[in-house]
């Protein structure tokens, strides 16, 4: 801690005080926060793992009470468990379909979405109180500060978003007003989807960004040449473009994703298990995609847009669209960029070549997953190599991202001391 000497007069008395100058933020986050956040992704990631399995065993419904801090602890005795059960028994769920499991049955459901939310709860600790103490020890640049609180804003709203997509299933009126099966809503189910995608990409996101800024300063002790060089290429007006085309990539590559939530919703992968026909031809016919049966309005002026997002041929049509649009752009991405190596970061590059793997293996699996009629290992596999997908795609953009001016300066800094 520095200190520094303030001189105050008193009647006509100087008297010197030490004074501690506070300690300030600094312009580039410790190393260690990015670790901390790599982890934290890590755990996202696994959460959305977990979720696709709750899902595909059909135990989302089994707790039907949101208890923040005492649903935490499981039933610990025979009448604890009696009483879940009996709470149940009184959900559509099980009025409908499930009346027949037994309370065995009936614990394996619940501990499959109470394991999901123990561990969604585990994340809100794991991420809340690191970010305190690096905030405290002032281990983090003022950008990130704010950053910080946008993303535990989001946790916390993404546990509301979890329990206000349960609700839709254990509402019998809107079971009534949706004419569906107890289920939940594919519109609340691809929402909770997409906040923890976001959730993933910004934690995964301010990891690369703190980690390339660390690496960049130690380099530039090592490898002053190298590192001028990649600040070079990084602050090119050439890469302008294959960053709009990166963005893009990441986009197009998140609503393929959201419509596979969609499709998850609606059970639309249990119907045309053919690829790439569906049925005898490659599209249905018309009428069945555009079916009077979704309109809910007299004039059907509603029809485009319900049949778009609630008829199930529809909807896996819509995401069989986007995943091959996906895989393309993809593709003719890394064809493209093979012109522009020399300007392009090899680290980018790299990225690039590993998202062309990438996107194979998801077309694989979702092909696979469509004509083995959604086994859950497959669709597991699904859910996660989207994800995968979607991380590498964010290090791509991350990998062509300009070092911010502030952490340039202390980069430039390092390398004026080097030579």
């Not at 260690?32 to 890590?42: D, I, N, Q, R």
């Not at 990409?201 to 130690?218: A, Y």
């Amino acid at each position: 801690m520095f200190k520094s000497k303030l001189y105050f007069t008193a009647a006509g008395n100087s008297t010197p005080l030490t004074t501690k100058i506070p300690k300030q933020f600094p312009a580039i986050s410790n190393k260690g926060v990015s670790y901390w956040l790599f982890g934290t992704s890590t755990l996202v990631f696994g959460i959305v793992v977990l979720g696709g399995l709750t899902r595909l065993t059909e135990s989302g419904l089994s707790i039907t009470e949101w208890k923040p801090i005492t649903g935490a602890i499981p039933p610990l005795n025979q009448a604890d468990w009696e009483s879940e059960f009996i709470k149940y028994k009184d959900s559509p769920e099980f009025k409908q379909l499930n009346s027949h499991i037994t309370l065995d049955e009936f614990k394996f459901i619940f501990y499959m979405e109470w394991s999901h939310r123990l561990v969604g709860r585990c994340i809100g600790m794991f991420f809340i109180l690191p970010a305190i103490y690096f905030w405290s020890s002032k281990k983090i640049s003022p950008h990130m500060r704010y950053r910080l609180v946008g993303l535990t804003a989001l946790l916390g709203l993404q546990g509301a978003i979890g329990w206000w997509m349960v609700k839709s299933g254990l509402d019998e009126q809107q079971l009534m007003e949706r004419q569906s099966k107890p289920t939940v809503s594919q519109y609340r189910l691809t929402t909770h989807l997409a906040a923890a995608f976001v959730m993933y990409l910004g934690v995964l996101w301010s990891g690369f960004e703190i980690l390339t800024e660390n690496k960049l300063l130690s380099q530039a002790k090592v490898d002053p040449e190298y590192v001028k060089t990649l600040l070079s290429k990084l602050g090119s007006p050439k890469l302008n473009g294959i960053r709009t085309m990166a963005w893009a990539l990441l986009t197009l590559t998140f609503f393929t994703a959201m419509s596979g939530g969609m499709v998850a919703g609606l059970d639309a992968g249990l119907i045309y298990n053919t690829f790439p026909h569906m049925g005898d031809d490659y599209l249905p016919s018309y009428n069945e995609l555009m079916s009077d049966t979704f309109a809910r309005k007299e004039d059907h002026s509603d029809l485009f847009w319900r049949n778009i997002f609630e008829n199930p041929t529809t909807v896996q049509l819509v995401h069989r669209i986007m995943a091959t649009s996906t895989f393309f752009a993809v593709l003719a991405a890394h064809t493209y960029s093979l012109k522009y190596r020399t300007i392009i970061p090899r680290p980018a590059m790299r990225a690039l070549g590993g998202m062309m793997g990438l996107v194979t293996l998801q077309a694989t699996l979702g092909i696979s997953t469509l004509i083995y009629l959604v086994p859950i290992p497959l669709a597991a596999l699904h859910q996660a190599g989207a994800l995968a997908l979607l991380t590498g795609c964010l290090s791509f953009c991350a990998r062509l991202k300009r070092v911010r001016p502030q952490a340039a300066n202390q980069i430039l800094k390092a390398l004026k001391n080097t030579t």
